[in-house]
């Protein structure tokens, strides 16, 4: 009896080392064609406008909004204990810590990662990737390292602008609605942030937007099946860079932040 209940667990358990294997091979060939060349600059920089650029209104909306909100919910916890000059501290240091790096990956997650997926599943499934090998081109160095490349480079450069843009948005509602004193708001959030606040912010960053470009390359490059294969792919890359994002903040937090 025992023997019918164990084969689902068995077959489950077989196939999500089997799925860890090919992610972790995927990733190997990803990051060795990364780093040797022949590169594809004008393909870099293409992405590069895709991921930075047209991602900025949204990453930007995003941050000031937080940052908004991140000003009233904190005064009304630290004014019970007469504690309000607190508030451009605990701002700056969840922007640049926390809310600004996992925000803009979770963001580029469902923005960039679906966009890799569905481009590249619908590539898959249309055959255009077996017509490129025939064309004596390597997808991973036309499609994939491009992409994971600028991913890399404009995700820090996104929470950068994101930490600011919702600095100031804390600012706002400070100074015009709380009637904080502009200078001192501005002095404290100065004297308070250090380095390694931006440095851990700027560094889940990249790691952030290599997940996001490798979960939606992964799944794109790996779908089947036409049209429902691609959406599958697309649902999936988002679900899968969504998870690790947040797993990749916890482990990059403690490596930074443990005592």
Do not use: W
């Amino acid at each position: 009896m025992s023997v019918p209940v164990l084969q689902p667990i068995g077959r489950t358990f077989l196939s999500s080392l089997e799925a860890i294997g090919r992610l972790a091979l995927f990733t190997l060939r990803a990051v060795l064609h990364c780093l040797t060349p022949p590169f594809y600059p004008r393909l870099i920089f293409k992405q590069m406008i895709e991921i930075g650029y047209y991602s900025l209104p949204v990453i930007g909306m995003t941050a000031i909004f937080t940052g908004m909100v991140l000003v009233l919910q904190t005064y009304v916890a630290v004014s019970r204990l007469n504690a309000e000059s607190t508030i451009p501290y605990v701002v700056v240091i969840s922007l640049t810590r926390e809310l600004g790096p996992v925000l803009a990956g979770l963001m580029l997650a469902g923005r960039v990662g679906a966009a890799m997926a569905a481009e590249i599943g619908t590539m898959r499934v249309t055959e255009q990737i077996d017509a490129l090998r025939t064309l004596s081109t390597n997808p991973f160095k036309y499609l994939i390292a491009p992409r994971l490349i600028a991913a890399v480079l404009m995700l820090p450069v996104l929470v950068g602008i994101a930490d600011i843009i919702g600095v100031f948005g804390g600012y706002l509602v400070s100074v015009f609605k709380l009637d904080f004193s502009p200078s001192i708001y501005l002095k404290n959030t100065v004297d308070f942030v250090e380095t390694i606040d931006i440095v851990s912010g700027l560094v889940k960053a990249a790691a952030f937007g290599f997940i996001v470009a490798l979960m939606g390359t992964y799944n794109g490059f790996e779908s089947k099946g036409g049209a429902q294969g691609v959406g599958k792919a697309t649902t999936d890359a988002v679900v899968g860079a969504s998870i690790l994002i947040l797993a990749a903040n916890f482990i990059i937090t403690g490596i930074f932040f443990s005592r």
